[in-house]
């Protein structure tokens, strides 16, 4: 496998919004710390994300001391928002599933509906020790995740991306490739593997933290998004569709539940324990 090592660590502050990239990051029991604590809502209470709102892409938010954000688009002025107070809680439905949140305020609601044109909220996770368990068909008791989409880590690896691209580029959307990682959104990015060597990882350890492979990841519209305009397109889900079909889902990556906890550092070494 050569020297397998932690490439590149990203989290989500505001589940939908761009990447933001990190030397070292936290890992908690629920994911890494302040990836996916906060999320924009509809007026009934969904979780939005670029399934509906590609535009979200285009908006950061990054983590200030305290763990409050300071969020920015093209054509806003920035917004700083505090975390909010403990106090009455909202529900969110986020795929169906009912979970409490605190809402952020006036403020930050009005940024990010005028971000994507339409009245929405944004919330916070104050208690993800409590909050929302993991998908129970694949979650040991106890273990519980925050706003990402059911796990709390995703793993890709460079390789697979190498492979994926390859076959986009002798496919008939030719001109969409190579597609980027940040498509697919993932907590972290090893390299020194060999292409889709993940698919049959079972525990495996990041430097000093160790962690169940949960499942593999399903993809879905999101990854046809340009992560800084918006813009869709077919790939990489017609691809994955010929060549990474698993039952009914289109496969690239890992979901990874931490079994301890610990700091990762790019350049980690990455060990297969089963």
């Known amino acids: 496998m050569g020297n397998a090592e932690l490439h590149s660590i990203h989290i989500h502050p505001v589940k939908a919004f761009r990447p933001v990239g990190l030397g070292e990051a936290v890992v908690e029991p629920w994911g890494l710390a302040g ?3 906060w999320a924009v809502t509809d007026d009934g209470g969904k979780v939005v994300t670029q399934r509906q709102q590609p535009h979200l892409a285009s ?7 305290g763990g409050g954000l300071r969020l920015s688009a093209p054509g806003l002025e920035p917004c700083a928002v505090p975390v909010p107070p403990p106090g009455a809680t909202v529900t969110v439905d986020i795929f169906g599933e009912k979970v409490e949140a605190v809402g952020a305020g006036a403020a930050a609601d009005a940024w990010c509906s005028a971000l994507v044109g339409a009245a929405v909220r944004l919330v916070h996770m104050d208690h993800p ?5 993991v998908d129970p068909d694949f979650a040991r008791p106890g273990e519980t995740v925050s706003f990402a989409d059911g796990f709390p880590l995703l793993i890709t690896s460079l390789s697979s991306l190498h492979s994926l691209n390859s076959l986009i580029a002798q496919g008939d959307h030719a001109d969409e490739g190579p597609v980027p990682m940040d498509r697919f959104r993932p907590s972290v990015v090893v390299s020194g593997t060999a292409a889709w060597a993940e698919d049959d990882w079972q525990r495996i350890a990041i430097g000093e933290v160790t962690f169940r492979v949960a499942k593999p990841c399903g993809r879905c519209l999101v990854t046809t998004t340009d992560q800084t305009t918006g813009e869709r397109g077919k790939e990489p889900l017609r691809t994955l569709g010929r060549h990474r079909r698993f039952g009914g889902s289109l496969v690239f990556g890992q979901n990874l539940v931490p079994e301890s906890r610990g700091t990762l550092r790019v350049g980690d070494p990455l060990t ?3």
Do not use: F, H, N
């Open 272 to 274: 297969i324990l089963e």
């Open 59 to 65: 908006a950061v938010a990054e983590l200030s001391p």
């Open 129 to 133: 020790a409590t909050r929302r368990p």
């Open 35 to 37: 990836d996916r604590r």
